[in-house]
């Protein structure tokens, strides 16, 4: 209660117990106010206090929902991050597996799957626009001789080794795989056949280079390249069957040399 | 009849798309291992998120959970987060729980992923590169 207010309470209480004015007329009058005004007060007071209560109450009720809300959204970034990752994590699977799908694991270079799609891919644009590609055939020449001489490892390096040959004498644009065994096939696209055939002495000639300075007896490495140019219309087997042809005929005159199917 | 009995235990082998669920209540353990990324989550989790509640309000004994878990996807995330907070609350009233989650060595980026799940748990969470049983069935 403030200053003003509880002197003026004492005021009134001492002039209501003054003998002197007992016997003023307005003394039950002021008697009766005084009543009314202390219950008032009183009333006061405990809707005051009953105010706060509620008051506090629902702060409270603020506080746990703001701090229930500020949880929630914790834990939605947390479960929102972690979903994340675990997308990042499958998609790097994806991309591995995809990878993998398509590729031989020995050479790293695009396996059968793979070519047979780009052949197909590259036949039916050759269709719609009447372009030219050529398909090189590439065989190790004498390889089980390899395998039998030196052992399977080295079998190994050498058709790693001339992997990488392949694709130093490729463009970039050119598709360089591993057909099977130790044949590899190489597509050439938007590509004529006396382009294939310099392509196919770069090649021979990038597999001479190779050599292999530990092993004994030494080891000379040379291919034989059947040259097939895709005809449009004729859809990507027959042009494979000119090269598999050339490359037959290449192995039958003697090895170590390009022939066009 | 005792509660325990009345707490079945868990046994769900895996699918290609559930983990494998084995909740023993005598040994107080809960095995969980495999990818998830079940249709309809709260039908997966929901009886396990209930038998850890119950364990941990019924008993007095240390609860352990065995995890060698791969792929989560979101709702399965969430169903871990409830799992931990439940071990979370137990472990800050003084109850031993622990976790132990296994992961092929050569898959770090679950190793990665665990923890941060671990990353708000004071409860002792091992992370620990181990042989994996998938424990499919």
Request: proline fraction near 4%; charge should be negative; glycine fraction near 6%.
């Amino acid at each position: 209660m403030n200053g003003p207010r509880r002197e003026l309470d004492a005021d009134v209480e001492r002039a209501l117990a003054d003998p002197a004015q007992q016997d003023n007329p307005l003394r039950p009058l002021l008697a009766e106010l005084w009543d009314a005004y202390r219950s008032h007060v009183q009333r006061m007071d405990r809707v005051t206090r009953l105010s706060d209560q509620f008051q506090a109450i629902a702060r409270g009720e603020h506080l746990s929902h703001s701090q229930q809300f500020e949880k929630q959204l914790r834990q939605l970034a947390k479960i929102t991050r972690i979903s994340d990752r675990y997308q990042a994590m499958l998609h790097e699977l994806n991309l591995a597996l995809s990878h993998a799908s398509t590729h031989d694991v020995l050479t790293g270079l695009a396996n059968r799957r793979l070519i047979s799609e780009r052949l197909r891919e590259e036949s039916e644009r050759c269709d719609r626009h009447g372009n030219r590609y050529c398909i090189a055939l590439i065989d190790i020449d004498r390889f089980k001789q390899v395998n039998d001489v030196h052992g399977h490892d080295v079998g190994d390096r050498v058709l790693i080794g001339v992997a990488r040959a392949l694709e130093s004498a490729l463009r970039e644009y050119d598709l360089c795989g591993r057909w099977g065994g130790e044949e590899f096939l190489v597509l050439l696209p938007d590509t004529k056949l006396d382009h294939a055939l310099a392509a196919a002495e770069r090649i021979r000639d990038a597999v001479h280079a190779l050599h292999f300075d530990d092993l004994d007896p030494p080891l000379q490495l040379s291919v034989s390249v059947g040259i097939g140019e895709y005809h449009p219309g004729e859809g990507a087997d027959a042009c494979l069957k000119r090269a598999d042809h050339a490359l037959l005929e290449a192995k039958r005159e003697g090895r170590d040399r390009a022939l066009v199917g | 009849m005792s509660r325990a009995i009345e707490m079945n235990d868990i046994n769900i082998p895996g699918t290609q798309s559930i983990p494998s669920i084995r909740a023993d209540y005598a040994a107080g353990l809960l095995r969980m291992a495999g990818d998830s990324y079940p249709e309809n989550s709260f039908e997966l989790f929901g009886p396990v998120i209930e038998w850890v509640e119950h364990y941990l309000e019924a008993e007095t004994r240390p609860l352990h959970l065995d995890l060698a878990l791969l792929y989560l996807n979101t709702s399965s995330i969430r169903a871990m987060m409830d799992i931990f907070d439940l071990l979370q609350a137990a472990h800050d009233n003084g109850r031993p729980v622990s976790v132990l989650w296994r992961y092929d060595r050569r898959n770090e980026r679950v190793r990665e992923l665990a923890e941060e799940f671990a990353e708000d748990c004071s409860f002792p969470f091992e992370i620990s590169p181990t042989a994996i049983d998938h424990e499919r069935s």
